[in-house]
Nanobody, 115 residues
Framework: QVHLVESGGGLVQAGGSLRLSCAAS????????MGWYRQAPGKQRELVAV???????NYADSVKGRFTITRANAESTLNLQMNSLKPEDTAVYYC?????????WGQGTQVTVSS
């Protein structure tokens, strides 16, 4: 069993920064990929950024140049540094890890950017 816990969300003014973290516990061998997704009210959940086992990263066009995804602690922690935040970045942010071919999701953390 794998358990993911996100932290770091909150309220910030436009132009500000936040850092999200996702800590994994349990049977976390062979993590294939780690990513951040977000879901705004009335919208579908969308990919924000992903990092695969090789270290390669991929970002949504809307966050390129502003967000940075990294991993730490022997890959059991996933971070998302968010700079130059915009009101349209407001959403619940979820961490997802692919382990042994299965998806595991965190409970989500709210990010609210005021204009």
């Amino acid at each position: 069993q794998v358990h993911l816990v996100e932290s770091g969300g909150g309220l910030v003014q436009a132009g500000g920064s936040l850092r999200l973290s996702c800590a994994a516990s349990g049977s976390i061998r062979s993590i294939n990929s780690m990513g951040w997704y977000r879901q705004a009210p009335g919208k579908q959940r969308e990919l924000v950024a992903v990092i695969i086992s090789s270290g390669n990263t991929n970002y949504a066009d809307s966050v390129k140049g502003r967000f940075t995804i990294t991993r730490a602690n022997a890959e059991s922690t996933l971070n998302l540094q968010m700079n130059s935040l915009k009101p349209e970045d407001t959403a619940v942010y979820y961490c997802r890890m692919t382990i042994g071919g299965r998806f595991y999701w965190g409970q989500g953390t709210q990010v609210t950017v005021s204009s």
